[in-house]
Protein backbone atom coordinates (compact mmCIF):
# COMPACT_ATOMS: atom_id res chain seq x y z
CA UNK A 1 0.00 0.00 0.00
CA UNK A 2 0.99 3.59 -0.97
CA UNK A 3 0.91 4.65 2.76
CA UNK A 4 3.25 1.82 3.67
CA UNK A 5 5.80 2.56 0.95
CA UNK A 6 5.68 6.49 1.67
CA UNK A 7 7.03 5.46 5.42
CA UNK A 8 10.04 3.21 3.88
CA UNK A 9 13.56 3.93 2.91
CA UNK A 10 14.85 1.98 -0.47
CA UNK A 11 18.17 1.22 -0.81
CA UNK A 12 19.56 0.24 -4.40
CA UNK A 13 22.51 -1.84 -3.61
CA UNK A 14 24.96 -2.16 -6.23
CA UNK A 15 27.75 -4.65 -6.89
CA UNK A 16 31.29 -3.88 -5.55
CA UNK A 17 33.91 -3.75 -8.10
CA UNK A 18 37.22 -6.64 -7.78
CA UNK A 19 39.70 -4.23 -6.72
CA UNK A 20 37.53 -2.88 -3.93
CA UNK A 21 36.64 -6.06 -2.67
CA UNK A 22 40.42 -7.70 -2.57
CA UNK A 23 41.18 -3.74 -0.70
CA UNK A 24 38.44 -4.72 1.92
CA UNK A 25 38.96 -8.40 2.63
CA UNK A 26 43.39 -7.51 2.87
CA UNK A 27 42.11 -5.20 5.71
CA UNK A 28 40.18 -7.49 7.76
CA UNK A 29 42.59 -10.05 6.84
CA UNK A 30 45.04 -7.33 8.56
CA UNK A 31 43.03 -6.87 11.49
CA UNK A 32 42.82 -10.81 12.41
CA UNK A 33 46.19 -11.29 12.38
CA UNK A 34 46.19 -13.41 8.86
CA UNK A 35 48.25 -12.99 6.15
CA UNK A 36 46.69 -13.73 2.57
CA UNK A 37 48.24 -14.42 -0.72
CA UNK A 38 47.36 -11.41 -3.60
CA UNK A 39 46.02 -14.34 -5.95
CA UNK A 40 43.70 -15.62 -3.08
CA UNK A 41 42.17 -12.13 -2.65
CA UNK A 42 41.53 -11.87 -6.02
CA UNK A 43 40.42 -15.31 -6.54
CA UNK A 44 37.68 -14.64 -3.32
CA UNK A 45 36.95 -11.01 -5.02
CA UNK A 46 35.70 -12.92 -8.31
CA UNK A 47 34.08 -15.35 -7.05
CA UNK A 48 31.99 -12.94 -4.49
CA UNK A 49 30.60 -11.54 -7.71
CA UNK A 50 30.30 -8.02 -6.45
CA UNK A 51 28.62 -9.12 -2.94
CA UNK A 52 30.83 -8.24 -0.16
CA UNK A 53 28.58 -10.07 2.09
CA UNK A 54 29.15 -13.37 0.14
CA UNK A 55 32.62 -12.53 0.07
CA UNK A 56 33.26 -12.13 3.61
CA UNK A 57 32.01 -15.70 3.36
CA UNK A 58 34.15 -17.67 1.16
CA UNK A 59 37.34 -15.26 3.18
CA UNK A 60 35.78 -16.49 6.30
CA UNK A 61 36.02 -20.14 4.99
CA UNK A 62 39.68 -19.58 3.60
CA UNK A 63 40.32 -18.41 7.14
CA UNK A 64 39.44 -21.50 8.76
CA UNK A 65 40.83 -23.87 6.96
CA UNK A 66 44.29 -22.19 6.73
CA UNK A 67 47.05 -22.18 8.92
CA UNK A 68 47.72 -18.36 9.17
CA UNK A 69 48.35 -17.91 5.52
CA UNK A 70 45.67 -18.36 3.07
CA UNK A 71 47.07 -19.20 -0.16
CA UNK A 72 45.60 -19.24 -3.65
CA UNK A 73 46.04 -23.02 -4.37
CA UNK A 74 44.05 -23.48 -0.65
CA UNK A 75 41.19 -21.00 -2.02
CA UNK A 76 41.22 -23.05 -5.65
CA UNK A 77 40.79 -26.18 -3.79
CA UNK A 78 37.72 -25.01 -1.53
CA UNK A 79 36.23 -23.74 -4.29
CA UNK A 80 36.51 -26.42 -6.54
CA UNK A 81 38.46 -24.15 -9.19
CA UNK A 82 41.16 -25.51 -11.63
CA UNK A 83 44.72 -23.51 -12.46
CA UNK A 84 43.07 -20.54 -14.91
CA UNK A 85 46.21 -21.31 -17.12
CA UNK A 86 45.46 -24.40 -17.70
CA UNK A 87 41.67 -23.51 -18.67
CA UNK A 88 43.31 -21.49 -20.78
CA UNK A 89 45.23 -23.80 -22.53
CA UNK A 90 42.02 -25.93 -22.84
CA UNK A 91 40.13 -23.59 -24.71
CA UNK A 92 43.19 -22.57 -26.76
CA UNK A 93 43.05 -26.41 -27.81
CA UNK A 94 39.16 -26.51 -28.18
CA UNK A 95 38.99 -23.33 -30.40
CA UNK A 96 42.22 -24.60 -32.55
CA UNK A 97 39.77 -28.09 -32.78
CA UNK A 98 42.72 -29.61 -31.16
CA UNK A 99 40.09 -32.51 -29.39
CA UNK A 100 42.82 -35.26 -28.96
CA UNK A 101 44.69 -32.56 -26.41
CA UNK A 102 41.61 -30.86 -25.62
CA UNK A 103 40.33 -34.05 -23.81
CA UNK A 104 44.21 -34.68 -22.73
CA UNK A 105 43.85 -31.52 -20.58
CA UNK A 106 40.02 -31.96 -19.04
CA UNK A 107 41.10 -35.61 -17.43
CA UNK A 108 44.80 -33.85 -16.18
CA UNK A 109 42.16 -31.56 -14.49
CA UNK A 110 39.26 -33.44 -13.72
CA UNK A 111 41.70 -35.79 -11.95
CA UNK A 112 43.08 -33.64 -9.50
CA UNK A 113 39.61 -32.64 -8.29
CA UNK A 114 38.29 -30.24 -10.71
CA UNK A 115 34.51 -29.35 -11.05
CA UNK A 116 33.05 -30.06 -14.69
CA UNK A 117 30.43 -27.03 -13.85
CA UNK A 118 32.88 -25.00 -12.83
CA UNK A 119 34.94 -25.72 -15.45
CA UNK A 120 32.56 -24.68 -18.15
CA UNK A 121 31.73 -21.96 -16.16
CA UNK A 122 35.35 -20.80 -16.51
CA UNK A 123 35.19 -21.18 -19.91
CA UNK A 124 32.41 -18.82 -20.59
CA UNK A 125 34.12 -17.17 -18.32
CA UNK A 126 37.13 -17.08 -20.95
CA UNK A 127 35.28 -16.41 -23.53
CA UNK A 128 33.43 -13.63 -22.40
CA UNK A 129 36.92 -11.90 -21.95
CA UNK A 130 38.44 -12.80 -25.33
CA UNK A 131 34.85 -11.38 -26.88
CA UNK A 132 35.19 -8.00 -25.04
CA UNK A 133 38.85 -7.59 -25.95
CA UNK A 134 38.32 -8.64 -29.69
CA UNK A 135 35.39 -6.16 -29.62
CA UNK A 136 37.00 -3.23 -27.72
CA UNK A 137 40.76 -4.02 -27.73
CA UNK A 138 41.62 -1.13 -25.12
CA UNK A 139 39.45 -2.38 -22.64
CA UNK A 140 42.41 -4.65 -21.79
CA UNK A 141 43.52 -2.16 -19.05
CA UNK A 142 40.29 -2.57 -17.46
CA UNK A 143 40.07 -6.21 -17.61
CA UNK A 144 39.98 -7.13 -13.82
CA UNK A 145 40.84 -10.33 -11.71
CA UNK A 146 42.84 -11.32 -14.48
CA UNK A 147 46.89 -11.91 -14.32
CA UNK A 148 49.46 -10.15 -16.52
CA UNK A 149 50.38 -13.07 -18.57
CA UNK A 150 46.41 -14.18 -18.47
CA UNK A 151 45.21 -10.56 -20.41
CA UNK A 152 48.27 -11.30 -22.37
CA UNK A 153 46.87 -14.86 -23.48
CA UNK A 154 43.55 -13.86 -24.09
CA UNK A 155 44.36 -10.63 -26.02
CA UNK A 156 46.63 -13.14 -28.49
CA UNK A 157 43.36 -15.43 -29.02
CA UNK A 158 40.96 -12.03 -29.31
CA UNK A 159 43.01 -10.77 -32.33
CA UNK A 160 42.99 -14.65 -33.90
CA UNK A 161 39.59 -15.76 -33.74
CA UNK A 162 36.55 -14.15 -35.59
CA UNK A 163 33.80 -12.70 -34.03
CA UNK A 164 31.13 -15.17 -34.85
CA UNK A 165 33.50 -18.21 -33.74
CA UNK A 166 33.27 -16.54 -30.15
CA UNK A 167 30.13 -16.34 -30.46
CA UNK A 168 28.82 -19.85 -31.21
CA UNK A 169 31.52 -21.07 -28.51
CA UNK A 170 29.44 -19.00 -26.04
CA UNK A 171 25.97 -20.77 -27.10
CA UNK A 172 27.92 -24.00 -26.90
CA UNK A 173 29.21 -23.43 -23.74
CA UNK A 174 26.06 -21.78 -22.21
CA UNK A 175 23.95 -24.84 -23.31
CA UNK A 176 26.46 -27.43 -22.58
CA UNK A 177 26.59 -25.85 -18.74
CA UNK A 178 22.60 -26.88 -18.29
CA UNK A 179 23.68 -30.14 -19.38
CA UNK A 180 26.25 -30.78 -17.68
CA UNK A 181 24.26 -29.61 -14.44
CA UNK A 182 21.48 -32.14 -15.39
CA UNK A 183 23.74 -34.58 -15.98
CA UNK A 184 23.67 -37.66 -13.42
CA UNK A 185 27.63 -38.23 -15.27
CA UNK A 186 28.87 -34.42 -15.52
CA UNK A 187 32.31 -35.51 -16.04
CA UNK A 188 31.26 -37.51 -19.58
CA UNK A 189 28.57 -34.35 -20.11
CA UNK A 190 31.57 -31.66 -19.97
CA UNK A 191 33.58 -34.13 -22.39
CA UNK A 192 30.94 -34.34 -24.98
CA UNK A 193 30.85 -30.62 -24.64
CA UNK A 194 34.10 -29.99 -25.57
CA UNK A 195 33.90 -32.25 -28.55
CA UNK A 196 30.73 -30.59 -29.88
CA UNK A 197 32.90 -27.44 -29.51
CA UNK A 198 36.00 -28.55 -31.03
CA UNK A 199 34.39 -29.93 -34.02
CA UNK A 200 31.83 -26.58 -34.39
CA UNK A 201 34.94 -24.91 -34.24
CA UNK A 202 36.48 -26.44 -37.42
CA UNK A 203 33.46 -25.71 -38.97
CA UNK A 204 33.61 -22.83 -41.85
CA UNK A 205 32.16 -19.52 -40.91
CA UNK A 206 28.80 -18.62 -42.49
CA UNK A 207 30.31 -15.42 -43.38
CA UNK A 208 33.20 -16.90 -45.56
CA UNK A 209 30.88 -19.22 -47.29
CA UNK A 210 28.44 -16.67 -48.27
CA UNK A 211 31.44 -14.97 -49.76
CA UNK A 212 32.54 -17.77 -51.73
CA UNK A 213 28.67 -18.35 -52.87
CA UNK A 214 28.68 -14.67 -54.47
CA UNK A 215 32.17 -15.26 -55.69
CA UNK A 216 32.17 -18.78 -57.10
CA UNK A 217 34.95 -19.65 -55.82
CA UNK A 218 34.81 -23.33 -54.03
CA UNK A 219 37.90 -24.48 -54.45
CA UNK A 220 38.72 -27.97 -52.71
CA UNK A 221 34.68 -28.41 -52.42
CA UNK A 222 33.58 -31.71 -53.47
CA UNK A 223 31.73 -31.62 -57.05
CA UNK A 224 28.51 -32.64 -57.91
Known amino acids: PITVLSRCQRFDLRRVDVETLKTHFANICGMENVTADDGALSIIARAADGSVRDGLSLLDQAIALSDGNVSAQQVKDMLGLGDRGKNIDLLDNILGGRTAEALQIMDEIYSVGGDPSVLIQDLLECVHNITKLRAVPEIEKDTQGLSTD ?53 LPDPADLLKKLESGDFTGAGSG
Open 150 to 202: EKDRLSAMAQKLAMPTLGKAWQILLKGLNEVNMASNPQSAAEMVIIRLSYAAN
